[in-house]
């Protein structure tokens, strides 16, 4: 209460003094562009002679904090790069801007800190969106992990599905349906499901694979985080945040063409070009075609053909403001990916089997035929208007728009037990049900109109960060699913044609009798405004308080069946706390976090009493260390999570009347623990040696909820153990510079995707995939080739369902740089 306190009390305080406290910061700030405008990263800025500094990030940006009135020169230097220097006076606390070109254009000075070989190539050292502020990771309480277009390059990724696996403790769990709403991929994360609905720190979700042509770095933000995102985009386990490519200020870019293993083939642009002379205005645009047959009977049943469009224009009429205009536009055609539910009025026991590995599927084998694609669309626009109102305080709104489409069939097959099914009285599988849920004319809007202030200044000495925010949020959602079961075939049968499961069979059980219908079409207004504050109490101590409140409107509607309408208000806090031991070099951190679901019905107490449901909760206590030592060549967090959520309805019994209607007894004083431990590294132990790794453990179970799942671990809360590793080289000099080999992988361990006591346990087995990279970069070429699944390791992936994974394939790829 004491912090909610300073932190009212801060922002107040602020609120009226704007004009004196801009007198009282004081720092050296600018960007450092190449000789051909593109901005300079991994650049070292010092003040000579002192022992303050800083290293320009992807923007060529760079901030030198804390500088006292008085005249400085600062350095611009680089290993292997000649030094420019410039005097500069700072006076009555006033922040000063200075900018720098170098002689050298982009690729020379790629050039020349490559052979300078030691660079910590795949690090990113700062956010501006993790905590709705410019924040370095030593300085923030809170974990993330950022993969860097960098890592993505060299792997040869073309999806944040397949980014995701060099974040720790991310393990994807479901492919993406393509259905309008929410058919995107999901992964877990610290034992909750998360979804990417987030991009540039707000509302962009794509329901189809999301490409990764446009993706600067994928930020993955961990545990409870509605404070600053609310909980409609966000889980408890964290969310996923896609940080865009920017235009720039000269001509530029590459065209890339793939190929491979199972009919994969992609073309890929990048392209960016001044619009004026001035070069105040520039446009890029990023695009790529993707088209790949599934690996299960290659060519015959499944595909997935995708299209990619990213324009961007960014306006600065000068050094205050910026305005940014893009969009995203994604095309799909696809055959969803076989997904295999267990029966739901079954029990393991009647399979004879309790793994995945142990089906009597062939795992080369696709049960479906032609015919059954699904046209899945999402447009995203976006506008962003950056106004810097004085050095210390800086104004930033943004408007989006993201609109999901889709239109046709959605297979899916259910394994159930020959005693289920009638059939026999022994342990057994032998037949499989063939199901569709199909999306019609469906359709999902998400508005975002969110507006920011952000100040840096100081109050009697004391350096406070603050962002205060203000968000309106609408989900409208017109969906109509329809289907149901098809037929039931028997599995092994040789010679049978699985491919008679396609689209006339279905239209031909959808003319003889009318499919089940499920529509959504429910509205959602949240209202929200959250305060932050990051107060430094010394050099190297520092806290962090923010709060949330948040008006949910949910207007009503359908959702499978009709929905009241109904309000809600929630408060969600946090607090955090650093200290720098080292400054610069060491961090301790903890933070409290907190994130809220919010639920509409009413229920039954055990008292006769009708009860209305309250938000459900989470509520997260971590700390932990964070390192960036050996001049920034060795960067890792360590830390300890747990993670408690609270008001988990659930059922007590159920009561029968004399007259046969039953009705049910229910508490809302469930909960569900999660608890565990993640370490992320990357490091340049050796000259051209870069290694990125990853471990994670974590804890789950529910405790005092219904008794079929009570004291077991969730089945969606994915394998215990995860850990990703890789390691690059890269020859830094001589005939050979550019050349380079990655190596790396991913360990799951066991995966219970049914754990109930009325069903049994069902799992997926544990598995480890190894992949390799060789590529050659040369200044106007990159030659590269990649071997995923070395091994051929058969496994796979779900949450209630399982779906085996692609097999070894090799993709190779050339680009050429302009």
């Known amino acids: 209460m004491n912090s909610l306190r300073l932190l009212g009390l801060v922002t107040t305080f602020s609120a009226t003094s704007l004009s004196v406290l801009a007198q009282q910061s004081a720092a050296i700030r600018g960007t450092i562009t190449t000789a051909d405008g593109r901005p300079a990263e991994s650049v070292t800025v010092g003040l000579k002679g002192r022992a303050q500094g800083a290293i320009t990030n992807a923007q060529g940006a760079y901030t030198i904090e804390r500088v006292r009135d008085g005249q400085y020169t600062v350095v611009v230097s680089a290993i292997g790069l000649k030094s420019e220097e410039k005097t500069v006076t700072v006076s009555g606390g006033q922040s000063v801007t200075l900018d720098f070109m170098l002689a050298e254009n982009a690729e020379e000075l790629k050039e020349v800190i490559v052979s300078g070989a030691r660079i910590n190539r795949f690090s990113r050292k700062e956010s501006v969106d993790v905590n709705k502020m410019p924040l370095s990771n030593l300085e923030n309480p809170q974990v993330y992990a950022t993969v860097g277009k960098e890592l993505l390059t060299e792997q040869l990724v073309f999806s944040v599905d397949d980014a995701t696996r060099n974040a720790p403790g991310v393990q994807k769990m479901w492919e993406p349906t393509g259905r309008s709403g929410d058919g995107g991929s999901f992964y877990?994360?610290?034992?909750?499901?998360?979804?990417?609905?987030?991009?540039?720190?707000?509302?962009?979700?794509?329901?189809?694979?999301?490409?990764?042509?446009?993706?600067?770095?994928?930020?993955?933000?961990?545990?409870?985080?509605?404070?600053?995102?609310?909980?409609?985009?966000?889980?408890?386990?964290?969310?996923?945040?896609?940080?865009?490519?920017?235009?720039?200020?000269?001509?530029?870019?590459?065209?890339?063409?793939?190929?491979?293993?199972?009919?994969?083939?992609?073309?890929?642009?990048?392209?960016n070009t001044p619009l004026n002379s001035a070069k105040t205005l520039a446009f890029r645009l990023n695009g790529a075609y993707t088209y790949e047959d599934n690996f299960q009977n290659a060519g015959y049943a499944g595909f997935s053909k995708d299209l990619a469009i990213a324009p961007s224009l960014q306006f600065k009429p000068n050094d205050r403001l910026t305005i940014n205009l893009d969009a995203e536009v994604y095309r799909s055609t696809n055959v969803g990916k076989q997904l295999i539910y267990l029966y739901f009025l079954d029990k393991v026991d009647n399979f004879g089997f309790s793994r995945a590995d142990q089906a009597p599927l062939d795992y080369r084998q696709s049960y479906q035929g032609p015919g059954l694609t699904q046209d899945s669309r999402s447009t995203n626009l976006f506008g962003q208007v950056r106004y810097r109102i004085s050095p210390s305080f800086t104004s930033t709104t943004y408007?989006?728009?993201?609109?999901?489409?889709?239109?046709?069939?959605?297979?899916?097959?259910?394994?159930?037990?020959?005693?289920?099914?009638?059939?026999?009285?022994?342990?057994?599988?032998?037949?499989?049900?063939?199901?569709?849920?199909?999306?019609?004319?469906?359709?999902?809007?998400?508005?975002?109109?969110?507006?920011?202030?952000?100040?840096?200044?100081?109050?009697?000495?004391?350096?406070?960060?603050?962002?205060?925010?203000?968000?309106?949020?609408?989900?409208?959602?017109?969906?109509?699913?329809?289907?149901?079961?098809?037929?039931?075939?028997?599995?092994?049968?040789?010679?049978?044609?699985?491919?008679n499961f396609n689209k006339s069979a279905i239209d031909a059980a959808y003319a003889a009798q009318a499919p089940g219908r499920y529509p959504v079409t429910t509205k959602i207004n949240t209202y929200s405004a959250f305060v932050s504050d990051v107060l430094n109490l010394t050099d190297k101590l520092s806290v962090l308080a923010a709060v949330r409140v948040d008006r949910y409107d949910n207007k009503g509607g359908i959702l499978y069946f009709p929905v009241e309408a109904y309000k809600q208000t929630a408060v969600s806090p946090k607090f955090g706390l650093v200290y720098q031991p080292v400054k610069e070099r060491v961090s301790l951190f903890a933070n409290y976090q907190n994130s809220f679901n919010n639920q509409n019905s009413s229920y039954l107490s055990a008292g006769g009493q009708s009860l209305v449901t309250k938000p459900e909760r989470a509520n997260q206590i971590e700390g932990g260390v964070k390192l960036d030592a050996a001049g920034g060549r060795v960067s890792a967090t360590v830390s300890y999570y747990d993670i408690r959520v609270q008001n988990i309805l659930r059922t007590l019994y159920t009561v029968t009347n004399p007259d046969g209607t039953t009705f049910t007894i229910s508490a809302q004083d469930g909960n569900q623990w999660s608890r565990g431990t993640e370490l992320s590294l990357t490091a340049n132990p050796l000259p051209g040696l870069n290694v990125v790794g990853g471990f994670a453990y974590n804890y789950s179970k529910f405790v005092d909820t219904d008794e079929n799942v009570n004291g077991r671990r969730p089945n969606t809360a994915s394998s215990p153990y995860l850990a990703n590793a890789w390691v690059s080289y890269?020859?830094?000099?001589?005939?050979?510079?550019?050349?380079?080999?990655?190596?790396?992988?991913?360990?799951?361990?066991?995966?219970?995707?049914?754990?109930?006591?009325?069903?049994?346990?069902?799992?997926?087995?544990?598995?480890?995939v190894l992949n390799a990279s060789a590529f050659y970069d040369l200044p106007h070429y990159r030659f590269a080739v990649k071997a995923d699944n070395l091994t051929n390791e058969r496994y796979w992936i779900g949450y209630t369902t399982f779906n085996a994974q692609k097999l070894r394939s090799i993709i190779g790829s050339i680009a050429y740089k302009f």
């Open 399 to 499: 408007l989006t728009s993201s609109r999901s489409y889709s239109e046709g069939n959605g297979a899916y097959f259910y394994l159930a037990s020959d005693i289920a099914l009638g059939r026999g009285t022994a342990p057994g599988v032998s037949s499989l049900i063939r199901a569709d849920q199909s999306t019609q004319d469906s359709h999902r809007q998400t508005y975002q109109v969110q507006q920011l202030f952000n100040g840096d200044f100081h109050i009697g000495g004391l350096r406070n960060r603050v962002v205060l925010g203000l968000d309106f949020l609408r989900l409208d959602s017109d969906i109509e699913f329809f289907g149901g079961t098809i037929d039931t075939v028997q599995l092994n049968v040789p010679g049978y044609n699985y491919r």
């Open 730 to 768: 890269r020859q830094p000099d001589g005939k050979l510079k550019g050349l380079g080999l990655g190596f790396g992988g991913n360990y799951a361990s066991e995966n219970k995707i049914l754990n109930s006591v009325s069903q049994g346990v069902f799992s997926l087995p544990s598995y480890t």
């Open 188 to 271: 877990a994360s610290r034992g909750f499901v998360v979804s990417s609905q987030l991009r540039n720190g707000v509302a962009g979700g794509v329901t189809s694979t999301i490409d990764a042509a446009n993706l600067e770095k994928l930020e993955v933000i961990k545990g409870p985080s509605a404070t600053l995102y609310g909980s409609a985009l966000t889980s408890y386990g964290g969310l996923l945040n896609r940080v865009t490519k920017k235009p720039y200020e000269r001509f530029g870019g590459e065209v890339v063409a793939s190929a491979g293993s199972y009919g994969f083939h992609r073309v890929s642009a990048d392209v």
